[in-house]
Structures are given as structure tokens and as C-alpha cells.
């Protein structure tokens, strides 16, 4: 199989930046972008060949040299959580904007957001049900990924989690629901790694869930966390019924060499 090496980062943020990082390590040859000067300048300074890039539902401004002989590009861009965002809007325009000028194979980053919120064990080919305005659009977006003239896979990634990045920070004052439900989050190594491998193996085209196959209670995971990180403890809503959903992330492992490494997430 030939590897494909030049690959472009559209939104370098958290996720972005190490999986930028990780592929350069590689060498492979990585575009970065990001909306602001400082933002360019910061990806700068870690050694990355970033861009200034702006991105709306009618428009990209900025450097378009970003594009110039990508072989793959990752979408890394989250809708905001607002119902006004026309996250889709932008999404339609650079698929355009990609089909007039180069054929190179997507990525897009999206998230198990997309399943809802009901119980069950979803997989990639499980009924959609959106119940948040990005969640909605991510959905539209995806479809028009996969729909494409350009090659396109759609990674739907779950709760992020690593060492500098956990929600127990957002949540250890608030009345945490759903106790004995269970968690569906990926870590950093293998949210990175799962991409990697996805690039990789150019040839696939479809949806992929990236979920740690450990699924641990939602309140041993936040009593474990705020405990580590030395926080009050936190507070949950015992009188929730128990709601039990859980992503199977194992498509993946089945159709590349992809295996996960975190398989504790009480670290």
C-alpha cells in the first residue's frame, strides 16, 4: 500500500496541534491552520508549517497556499454550541471550494454526539438522533462529506480526555446526571493514533467511531478524577434513572492495523 504523506490540518487546536505534532515526528509533510496571528504564530513556534485561515459560509480568507498539493485534509472544526452557528454552511463552501481546486481525500472530525442520548450500543451504522443544535449540524455535515465527489471518511470521536484535558474541571461543582451510566471517551493517544492510522490506509472511505473500549461508570470515573486532581468531591443525581449508552469503537481495529492502548481510563 502507498502512503500518502502530505496532509493539511484545517483548525490546529487541541486535538489538531498533537496530532500535527505526531505526524511530523513521522515525516510526514503537515499544512496547519488557524483563524488568528497568534494562533498561526504559536503553531510557529512548535516547528509547524501553519497558515492564517478563516473559514465562513461564503468565504475562506486568508493563505491558500495551505491547500497547494495536499494529498489529504483533516476538517478539525467544532461547531459552536450555539443554534445561530452556520457550521454546515461553511462546511458546504469548502467542499466546493476543494472540488474546484484539489481531490484530495477528507477527514472530518465529528463526534458520537450524533447517536443522542438514548440507551442502546450504538456502531457506525446505528440510527442518528441529534438532540443539540451541533450535534444537528454535524450530521449535515457529515452527510455531505460522505456524499462528496471527494473522498471522505468521517471519524466520530467521543469525549476527549489526556493529561493536560479532563471534564471533571468543568463539572466537580455541579450536580453531575446519569451516575451509573456509562462514560464513551477517547484518549489523546488514541484519538491521535486512530487518525494516523486512518490516513494511512488511504483507501478506506466511510465512518469510523474512535471510543476507548473501557467504559466505566460515570461516577467512579469522577470520583477517581476529582479525587486524582485533589477537588471537592463531586456531587451526582442519584435519583436519575440509570441510563446506560454505550459506542462501540471496534470498526476500526477490524480494518487496520489500529489497536487501542489506553485501556484503563482511571489514569
Same mark, same amino acid.
Request: proline share 6%; with cysteine; hydrophobic share 35%.
Given at each position: 500500500?502507498?502512503?500518502?504523506?502530505?496532509?493539511? +490540518?484545517?483548525?490546529?487546536?487541541?486535538?489538531?496541534?498533537?496530532?500535527?505534532?505526531?505526524?511530523?515526528?513521522?515525516?510526514?509533510?503537515?499544512?496547519? #491552520?488557524?483563524?488568528?496571528?497568534?494562533?498561526?504564530?504559536?503553531?510557529?513556534?512548535?516547528?509547524?508549517?501553519?497558515?492564517?485561515? &478563516?473559514?465562513?459560509?461564503?468565504?475562506?480568507?486568508?493563505?491558500?497556499?495551505?491547500?497547494?498539493?495536499?494529498?489529504?485534509?483533516?476538517?478539525?472544526?467544532?461547531?459552536? &454550541?450555539?443554534?445561530?452557528?452556520?457550521? #454546515?454552511?461553511?462546511? &458546504?463552501?469548502?467542499?466546493?471550494?476543494?472540488?474546484?481546486? +484539489?481531490?484530495?481525500?477528507? +477527514?472530518?472530525?465529528? #463526534?458520537?454526539?450524533?447517536?443522542?442520548?438514548?440507551?442502546?450500543?450504538?456502531?457506525?451504522?446505528?440510527?442518528?438522533?441529534?438532540?443539540?443544535?451541533?450535534?444537528?449540524?454535524?450530521?449535515?455535515?457529515?452527510?455531505?462529506?460522505?456524499?462528496?465527489?471527494?473522498?471522505?471518511?468521517?471519524?466520530?470521536?467521543?469525549?476527549?480526555?489526556?493529561?493536560? &484535558?479532563?471534564?471533571?474541571?468543568?463539572?466537580?461543582?455541579?450536580?453531575?446526571?446519569?451516575?451509573?451510566?456509562?462514560?464513551?471517551?477517547?484518549?489523546?493517544?488514541?484519538?491521535?493514533?486512530?487518525?494516523?492510522q486512518l490516513l494511512t490506509h488511504n483507501e478506506?472511505?466511510?465512518?469510523?467511531?474512535?471510543?476507548?473500549?473501557?467504559?466505566?461508570?460515570?461516577?467512579?470515573?469522577?470520583?477517581?478524577?476529582?479525587?486524582?486532581?485533589?477537588?471537592?468531591?463531586?456531587?451526582f443525581a442519584f435519583h436519575d434513572p440509570p441510563?446506560?449508552?454505550?459506542?462501540?469503537?471496534?470498526?476500526?481495529?477490524?480494518?487496520?492495523?489500529?489497536?487501542?492502548?489506553?485501556?484503563?481510563?482511571? +489514569?
Amino acid at each position: 500500500m502507498e502512503q500518502v504523506k502530505q496532509v493539511g +490540518i484545517l483548525g490546529c487546536g487541541w486535538l489538531g496541534t498533537k496530532l500535527a505534532m505526531k505526524l511530523s515526528a513521522q515525516n510526514w509533510n503537515v499544512n496547519v #491552520s488557524s483563524t488568528s496571528v497568534e494562533g498561526m504564530n504559536a503553531l510557529k513556534e512548535k516547528g509547524l508549517n501553519s497558515f492564517q485561515l &478563516r473559514l465562513s459560509e461564503n468565504s475562506l480568507e486568508g493563505d491558500s497556499a495551505f491547500f497547494d498539493g495536499l494529498d489529504q485534509l483533516v476538517i478539525s472544526i467544532p461547531p459552536k &454550541r450555539t443554534e445561530t452557528d452556520p457550521y #454546515s454552511q461553511k462546511i &458546504r463552501f469548502l467542499l466546493k471550494f476543494l472540488q474546484l481546486k +484539489i481531490n484530495c481525500r477528507v +477527514i472530518f472530525l465529528s #463526534s458520537t454526539s450524533v447517536y443522542g442520548k438514548k440507551k442502546g450500543t450504538y456502531h457506525e451504522g446505528s440510527l442518528l438522533s441529534p438532540d443539540t443544535p451541533s450535534s444537528f449540524q454535524l450530521i449535515q455535515s457529515e452527510k455531505m462529506i460522505l456524499e462528496s465527489s471527494n473522498p471522505g471518511v468521517v471519524v466520530r470521536l467521543g469525549g476527549l480526555v489526556g493529561p493536560d &484535558r479532563n471534564p471533571i474541571f468543568k463539572l466537580y461543582h455541579k450536580l453531575i446526571p446519569n451516575p451509573d451510566g456509562v462514560l464513551n471517551f477517547i484518549h489523546e493517544t488514541d484519538a491521535v493514533e486512530g487518525i494516523v492510522q486512518l490516513l494511512t490506509h488511504n483507501e478506506l472511505e466511510g465512518v469510523f467511531n474512535l471510543v476507548s473500549p473501557h467504559h466505566p461508570k460515570r461516577k467512579d470515573y469522577y470520583l477517581y478524577m476529582a479525587n486524582k486532581f485533589l477537588l471537592p468531591t463531586p456531587k451526582f443525581a442519584f435519583h436519575d434513572p440509570p441510563l446506560e449508552r454505550m459506542i462501540d469503537g471496534s470498526k476500526i481495529e477490524n480494518q487496520t492495523s489500529f489497536s487501542y492502548q489506553v485501556d484503563n481510563l482511571l +489514569i
